[in-house]
């Protein structure tokens, strides 16, 4: 075969996929027990699926179901405002900030949250009364009293979304600093402030990397709101339990609240990604193109081939 057919030619490409029985022979048991628990599931007398059908659009499980989802989302918002905020301060100059900043992140990343809950729900004890006023023992304009003010339904609040600003700065400093510094030295030579650098440039860019996490944080606040049960917050698992203790149907109600649990974690799952999509459009694009740029472009004629002749010397000048 000539050197131009060689380079021409096309080469047949048999690719043959390797057999692998423990694959499917793993399958096949999970397959298997899956089968063997959805039936065992299904048929079991002691879970009394009337009981859970008939619950599971029940007033007041629906009424639980609307404050977990208040919570959840006031939660998470709080919590996001904190935690930019947190994040900020924490890459300040100012050493103020930054020390405030990260005894905020320490104190209630390191404390358990239920604790944190509970305290909320007792604070008028420390506490008896919220003023505004003068400080330092001046005279007071507006008086609360804490009991009156610290509903369950507050203590959760304040409970749940103080504790996650705390990990959301986190979230937050880390997509800040995965943004090119060149990124703020640019805008920063465009004559923006400081403020306009972040909200313009950085932190649009540093949501693809802030997204899928405050994400898993939102879908993961959904459950943790079934903590505030301790403290009679009226959510599901606490209407569930009021429910079972009622009726003594206790696994039922228990499976009622899963399974709502199940349904709003789905949703978010699906909503966190869709909206991963549409901030990754701009990255997704700029890879396929540089995908596109590098991969060989289609030919039918062959390659031409390189002559091993060496080119004539040039003459040297007389």
């Not at 008939?54 to 904190?82: E, F, K």
């Not at 009364?129 to 009156?148: D, S």
């Not at 959301?168 to 640019?186: C, H, N, T």
């Not at 899963?258 to 459009?281: D, M, N, P």
Request: aromatic residues 8%.
């Amino acid at each position: 075969m000539t050197g131009e057919k060689a380079a021409g030619a096309e080469l047949p490409i048999e690719a043959v996929r390797p057999v692998r029985p423990g694959r499917w022979l793993g399958a096949a048991v999970a397959l298997l027990f899956l089968v063997w628990l959805a039936y065992t599931v299904i048929v079991n007398e002691n879970l009394h699926w009337d009981v859970i059908v008939a619950y599971l659009t029940d007033g007041r499980i629906l009424g639980g179901l609307w404050v977990t989802i208040q919570l959840t989302v006031l939660s998470m918002a709080i919590g996001l405002a904190l935690g930019v905020l947190a994040a900020v301060m924490q890459l300040s100059d100012n050493p103020v900030l930054r020390g405030t900043s990260a005894l905020y992140t320490w104190f209630f990343r390191g404390t358990p949250l239920l604790v944190q809950l509970i305290f909320w729900f007792n604070i008028g004890l420390v506490f008896p009364t919220f003023a505004i006023g003068v400080p330092f023992g001046g005279p007071k304009l507006i008086e609360w009293q804490a009991n009156a003010v610290i509903t369950p339904f507050t203590a959760a609040l304040l409970g749940l979304a103080i504790n996650e600003g705390a990990y959301m700065a986190e979230i937050v400093r880390a997509g800040i600093r995965s943004v090119d510094p060149g990124q703020r030295e640019a805008a920063e030579s465009l004559g923006m402030s400081h403020r306009q650098v972040l909200r313009r440039v950085v932190l649009p860019q540093a949501m693809r990397v802030i997204i899928p996490p405050t994400g898993n944080q939102f879908i993961s606040m959904l459950k943790t709101t079934s903590m505030v049960s301790v403290i009679a917050g009226a959510e599901l698992l606490t209407v569930a339990q009021r429910i079972y203790l009622g009726n003594f149907e206790v696994i039922a109600m228990l499976v009622v609240a899963s399974i709502w649990y199940v349904v709003l974690t789905t949703i978010a799952s699906v909503g966190q990604h869709f909206v991963e999509k549409r901030f990754e459009r701009g990255h997704v694009r700029l890879s396929s193109r540089v995908r596109r740029n590098l991969s060989p472009l289609p030919s039918k004629e062959p390659l031409p081939v390189e002559s091993s002749k060496e080119p004539p010397l040039p003459k040297e000048p007389s």
